[in-house]
T-cell receptor, first 115, second 114 residues
C-alpha cells in the first residue's frame, strides 16, 4: 500500500495570505490527524477528522481549519498567515479511528515558510 | 491530562555501542506508548508501540523498549548503534478517550560518531 501523501511538500507565502495543504491517507484509513512541528513548540496536535467530521481539536486559533472529504482525503487551511505559522505540517492516518490503540502513520509533511 | 518527558535533548554514541533514550510518562491510566523516529527533512516513522500486551516491545531496526509501570518509564534501547540511526526520536503517548490525539515528548537527537 502507498503511504500517506502530502502536497505540496514546500510552500512559501507572505504574511496575510492564506494557504491550503492536502493530505491523502493510506487506502482504507478513515481517520486523519494534523500536527504542527516547530523548533520552539515541538509537535502539537491541530485536529482530527473521521468520516468527514472533526472529532477533536487542539489549542489553535480559528485561523486554522480543516475538512475531510468522502474519500477520506483531508485539507487544512490557514488564513491570514503570520510569521509564527512557519512550520512543518504533518498529517497522519489510522485505520478505523475509533479504537483506543490505533497506530498513526505519518506523511512526509509540508514545510511552510511565511515571509 | 497526560504528558511525556524525554530526559535528554541530545545523546551521543559511537558506532557499535549501545543506545539508551529515556522517556517518562505521566498519566492517570496506562496509555498506549510509541517511539517514532524522524530523519532530517522527513516525516515520522513508527519504531514500536506498547499497548499492554507485553512489557518488552521489539521494534524495527533492532530497537526495543521496556514499559515499567512502577517507574512510569518507556526507555528505548538498541544493543549496537549504526550510523544510519542518527536522527531525532520522539516518545509519544496516546490517550484512551477514543480520539486519536497524540502527546509528544520534546524529542531526543541521537548523534552517532564513527
Amino acid at each position: 500500500k502507498a503511504g500517506v501523501t502530502q502536497t505540496p511538500r514546500y510552500l512559501i507565502k507572505t504574511r496575510g495570505q492564506q494557504v491550503t495543504l492536502s493530505c491523502s491517507p493510506i487506502s482504507g484509513h478513515r481517520s486523519v490527524s494534523w500536527y504542527q512541528q516547530t523548533p520552539g513548540q515541538g509537535l502539537q496536535f491541530l485536529f482530527e477528522y473521521f468520516s468527514e467530521t472533526q472529532r477533536n481539536k487542539g489549542n489553535f486559533p480559528g485561523r486554522f481549519s480543516g475538512r475531510q472529504f468522502s474519500n477520506s482525503r483531508s485539507e487544512m487551511n490557514v488564513s491570514t498567515l503570520e510569521l509564527g505559522d512557519s512550520a512543518l505540517y504533518l498529517c497522519a492516518s489510522s485505520s478505523v479511528g475509533g479504537s483506543l490503540q490505533e497506530t498513526q502513520y505519518f506523511g512526509p509533511g509540508t514545510r511552510l515558510l511565511v515571509l | 491530562a497526560q504528558s511525556v518527558t524525554q530526559l535528554d535533548s541530545h545523546v551521543s554514541v559511537s558506532e557499535g555501542t549501545p543506545v539508551l533514550l529515556r522517556c517518562n510518562y505521566s498519566s492517570s491510566y496506562s496509555p498506549s506508548l510509541f517511539w517514532y523516529v524522524q530523519h532530517p527533512n522527513k516525516g515520522l516513522q513508527l519504531l514500536l508501540k506498547y499497548t499492554s500486551a507485553a512489557t518488552l516491545v521489539k521494534g524495527i531496526n533492532g530497537f526495543e523498549a521496556e514499559f515499567k509501570k512502577s517507574e512510569t518509564s518507556f526507555h528505548l534501547t538498541k544493543p549496537s548503534a549504526h550510523m544510519s540511526d542518527a536522527a531525532e526520536y520522539f516518545c509519544v503517548a496516546q490517550g484512551n478517550t477514543g480520539f486519536q490525539k497524540l502527546v509528544f515528548g520534546t524529542g531526543t537527537r541521537l548523534l552517532v560518531s564513527p
